[in-house]
């Protein structure tokens, strides 16, 4: 082809001619398409529907475990946008951007639409009978679940039909959870997530806490960081330093953000405590005779950080009381990261800041609505059960461990030993392929629900000491699909096939629910009095039941005897560099990548859509000759990925960090195959007191693999060439750029 | 320079064929009589008898009747079978006539009637009924024939109704470039709005 060599640069030149001759010559009034559409009129209108007019219905978040109210925006029939409700305690009528993706999630054409048994479609009775024989040889004990976050009265229902069959085999599982924190708050603070008050904070030191991006509630304690930063706050303006390998949206926003080996969170905390002790915090003895080998000098060592940033950051912490110090996931992931976060914790102790910025949260009246929260253990103890053999029946719902389980501890393989799994599925991902039967799911926007959040926020006054709510969750429109369910009907359906006289009177979970919410209308904030359908409907038009919960109460239970720390590990000669899987605010455990805005939505630090990345230190990166968007392969002891190179300065040089949630194989056509999943290669270690799959304990080697791709990322110059490019743009101050050579 | 040429001339020649198929394909914007295409309804409705003037067998209904959303909505609306019942189930004289019948076989299967869009506009256009209606009928108390007239014509005229304007944006521009004024009591004068944004949102 000598002949025809026209490059991509003439195309596109040549283009831009003819993209304007089109231009003209489209310019018809061709759209005007008389008779072709159809309007469909109501046959009977509801009173309130105007043609053309928005009616907003109040229904709760179900893209993350944070429960944010929202109300959903429906225009004849169907739901378009949401917004938050500005009532709710949790996000006082805001929203993020996962959440907004709840519709992508709703009209997603890559949805399970039928029953499907062994790759066939069936219908529900084939489907529920199938269960029902595959129970019928089984003992109870050998029947599991294996849920996500699961609250409410679906979890009233599932919890009736492990009774029903004799199981106690309930697995919760968040890829993504604070499960090591949870331990730590309950022996620090006596409760397992307490209030945190950043709004009530004159400083807040976080170790990896991502609070405004995917850590716990982001909504909520964004709200409050806007709070923290206002200097017209009594307490004046917060001051903000993160501790962490890598940069997370938290801390680009911090005042200080300090870059530290991983790992030593905890020395850095005791070191912290030994340098504020010189400043002034008075130190029960035998906690400063503990932390008094913590000297800046040997945690500077430990941590890489030099001694006078922590002398700075302790003498800050003294001047500036209350302060506040959180253990995020960098903080959690190790083998020791409990005694890190533990460490953290006594900080909070000895600082005085338990009771003041973080408060006793209060318990949901009845306990068996209170949300069972999801933690890596469980995946590993399902998992033992599994390759035991243990389990004959199984059933997945709202958690993908096929896709998030780390290879090396043979999920896969070992799920092959249950003889028949149902998978409960929204989309046909990795869990739904490994399983017998698929059941569909209808969506959270067709659904009914109540949801108890596990970070019981609440509004300012009196009542906060008591304050639980419960969030309704409601339909938004007619399913899309007829043959799909709610996880509710389905174990309603399957209950009905064991106890049929108990659940005789409801017909569908509206009916169960409307029966359980009118049947307790006196706890649940109405009066004995109340018309059932009047306060049903108050109930639900509101989308949040405000509780009296039961106080709880936190204290400083930490004693000198709790810190122990192992001394921080050295450099692996095979795999120098540490892997930090990291959990971003859009894509958090994978579960919703395949709905297009999540991918389209640059990163908040690194600006790249559409692929994962890994993060590399431009100093590591020059040492080994890598520029960005070299492919670089990624090993561990565990397994490989292939991923682009992005030079990052914000990262600690000995680590590197890759995006989990990316890399799918058969969730759907906008997941699958878009990046590389980091999940699979880390190594199966384990947090030695939880038992938690410790995720930044991965050790890696890194090599190019002589394969280049220009970057598909938001910053940088317009157009300029990415290729080739060594180091990250220089920034020019405003005024000595020259704007007459720009295109 | 010569391939790029080549490659011009090319693309051109793609674009221009892309272009004549496309306009050949694309339907004429009027029929030779100065309407929209004519449109097969599943039911032949009659405006004339619902709207028509007296002298012409009308009942001189007001458009607003049906089409209920036009002062509070971007929408006019189409009314709902309900309401089409609501009349018809006490006038027995036209119970057996074919067209009513097919509308209570609707009715009994509690289906809607597809209608067919007559008056379309783009997708990036967003015309508001409720404007217009609230200015020229509430604001001015216009004859509210004459202000639905503006755009659909004599539609009370019709059976099935036909688009009789271009429904263009220059068409649009047409009148909102016209002075009137803005209500009766006031001597005040405006025109529509002009703005790129006031439609294209």
Known sequence: MTENDFNRRDFLKVLGWGGTAVALSGCGNTSIQDGKEVITPYVTLPDYVIPGIANYFNTTCAQCGAGCNIKGRVREGRVLKAEGNQHSPVNRGKMCGLGQTGVQNHYNPDRVTQPMLAGKTVTWEQALGAINDKLDSVKGEQVAFLTGDISGHSRVLLDNYLDALGSKNHFSYEAASPAVLRAANKKAYGVEMPRYRIDKAKMVVSFGADFLGAWITPVHFAQQYAQFRKGSRPEGRGVLVQFEPKMTLTGANADRWVALRPGSEGVMALGLINAAAGYGLKLPSDIAAVVREYTPERVSLDTGVPFEQINKVAKLLVERSPSLVLAGDAAEGYVHGMQNAVAIAMLNQVLGNVGKTIEAPASVPFPQLAPAVGNRASLVEFNKGLAAGKYKVVFTYGTNPVFSAPAALQFQNNLKQADFKVAFAHYMDETAQAADLVLPLASAMEDWATVVPEYTAAPEGSHAGTYVHMSFRQPMMEKLYPDTRGIGDILLALLKQHQPDDYKDFDDFYSYLHSAVVKNKVALGGKASDDDDEFWNATVGKGIVPLSGRANRVSARLTAADLRLPPVSGPDSAYPLRLVPAVSASMRDGRNANEPWLQESPDPLTTVVWDSWVEINPQTAAKMGIKEGDIIEIASRSGSIKTQAYLFPGIHPDVISVPVGYGHHGMGRYADGTGANVYSMLDPVFEEKTGELALNETNVRIAKSGERVVMVKDEGAVGGSQAGRAKIAVQWPIDKVDYSKEV | ?201
């Open chain 2, 1 to 201: 320079m010569q391939h790029i040429l080549r490659l011009f001339i090319l693309l051109v020649g793609l674009f221009a064929g892309v272009t004549c198929y496309a306009a050949d394909k694309a339907p004429a914007l009027t029929t030779p009589d100065q309407l929209g295409p004519e449109i097969q309804q599943p039911i032949k409705f009659p405006h004339f008898r619902h709207a028509g003037d007296a002298k012409d067998g009308g009942m001189q209904i007001n458009c607003m009747y049906c089409h209920t959303y036009a002062r509070r909505s971007l929408v006019s609306g189409i009314p709902p079978v309900q309401k089409c019942i609501g009349c018809h189930r006490s006038i027995m004289s036209v119970r057996n006539k074919p067209r009513i019948k097919k509308l209570f076989e609707y009715w009994e299967a509690k289906k809607p009637i597809p209608w067919k869009k007559v008056n379309d506009i783009p997708d990036f256009v967003r015309f508001n009924h409720e404007r217009h209606i609230q200015r020229f009928y509430f604001q001015l108390d216009r004859p509210y024939q004459e202000v639905c007239g503006y755009c659909h014509g004599d539609v009370k005229k019709l059976t099935v109704d036909r688009r009789e304007k271009p429904l263009t944006m220059g068409w649009c521009r047409s009148c909102h470039m016209k002075d009137h004024p803005i209500s009766k009591a006031s001597k005040k004068i405006g025109h529509g709005p002009n703005d790129c944004f006031t439609c294209h949102k």
